[in-house]
């Protein structure tokens, strides 16, 4: 059974692990700590104080002291550490151990593995009931969620999922869970009263992971096979938002205002970040290789990534989010801090910001038009400090795509060039997400999505910069056969044969028997081939448009003999 969670499908991680290389405009993380083997899971205690990792590949839990952000403890969790959830009073911690179907439980105090309680192979999604009285625990390879008293450590019920579950999280009010099921790619409702599935609804391609904002009107689910975020209300259980983020996104978590979401792009090397109050993508944070876990500080300032691949935990500041943008201005960032409030001037370099929000932690604003690394300088009435450095990033600019055509269908690969098109965070064919293979400053090379019918469609790049357009790609509708004249030849070949369709004026080969054959187009309803000699037998003929292939078959017959 693959993990879903280090292994979406389509890519495998073995096949992801090459980092990308990065723009040398943004800057590195600020801290690097070394843990164990292929960290996954990541989770803060409530305090901010201690920060627990699951490293899968060494099967153990490092325990890292957020005040100095080094690893103080290692604590032995045989079984294929996966995925940890605090306790609300942070005395414990819980995580999965994937390879052994358990759910492991450590004491916070005294950073010991208390005890190990059975659930359903391939357990790897926890998460705590707001008041720590339940544990739920997803188990991919069994389909189910098991509910655990936290009390006496014992499982109280089970609950028949959706193919291969992953992701669990409960409501602030816990009245629900929602579980993501990678297998039909939903999200299953369940009530916490009764433990039964009241319903599911559907997410983007393989649902990963699911975090709820604090207020519980909205619900966050990662995508990683369609490269976004379903924005969920709650209320209806239906997606009003679908928001195209970083390549392979692992892991959604919501900051404790709730202003901000984060998702981990595994092929990026990014961390994407999210505005959630206008449901788009703002920029992204550049972190370590292979991204999967993130974990935000309860004060909202600091991130932590598992970088998988590095065998290590970024720590990003978010003091200023983004930190980059258009230099034509116009970004809306968020400065977090303390003693904020009656902020009166904002300054990106010597320019002054439009103030829109203001509190005594943060200062939401507009940029103005820049360029360049420029300080950061927030006034007060108790005077003037820096909260960091904003790097202005040129607009990006199109200048064409190579095909600039496809089968409507999709899964074909296209090169958009232009220029300051490096860390581009999104690329829609209409309002079709693309893949994003690769990305510098002249080319970006993404997979096509298919779409609902032929047609042409805008082809949209957005980049920290700003976005840009003005190129179209055309989607072209599948080949038809309706008749083949003749069927049948002789084996020496050079039988002229008329095919008769719709959709053949792009036809770029015809085989038969992989064999290549001349041939004419004569509209887009005809073209002739002559056959190449072959053996007696019946053979396939294959005509490839740049729509598609279709295909006939075709009788060789041998020569009368006495």
Known sequence: MTDYLTRPDPPPLSALALPRQRSTVLPPAD?????????????????GGHGYVANRASNTISVIDTAINTVTVTIAAAGGPTLPAVSPDGTRVYVTLFDAGTLGVIDTATNTLTTTIAVGAGAVGVAVSPDGARAYVTSQNANTLSVIDTATSTVTATVNTGPAPVGVAVSPDGARA???TVGDSAVSVIDTVTNT????????????????????????????GSNSVSVIDTATNTATATIGVGTMPRFVAVSPDGTTAYTTDFTDNTVSVIDTATNTATGSIPVGNGPVCVAVTPAGNRLYVTDSADNAVS????????????????????LRGHDLGQATAVRFGGAPATILANTATSVTVRTPAGSGAVPVTVTTPGGTAALGTFYYRPAPLLTGITPATGPYTGGGTAVITGTNLAGATSVRFGSRLATIQSAT???????????PSPGPVPVTVITPGGTAGGLTYVYLDTPTLTAVSPTSG??????????TGGNLATTQNVTFDNTPAPFTVTSDQMITATAPPHPAGDIT???TTLGGSTGSTYTYLDSPAV
């Not at 002789?490 to 095919?499: C, E, H, L, Q, S």
């Open 31 to 47: 801290a690097t700590i070394p843990v164990g083997l292929s960290p996954l899971g990541v989770v803060l205690t409530p305090d």
């Open 178 to 180: 929602y579980v993501c």
């Open 197 to 224: 599935v009241t319903g599911s609804f559907t997410a983007g391609d393989v649902p990963v992971i699911v975090a709820f904002g604090p207020d519980g009107t909205r619900a966050y689910v990662c995508n990683a």
């Open 315 to 334: 720590v990003t500041a978010l003091t200023l989010v983004p930190d980059h943008g258009s230099t034509a201005g116009g970004t809306i960032v968020t």
């Open 441 to 451: 400053d002249t080319a970006v090379t993404v997979g096509t999505p298919g779409v």
């Open 490 to 499: 002789p084996t020496g070949g050079g039988t002229d044969i008329a095919f």
């Open 541 to 543: 003929i294959t005509l």
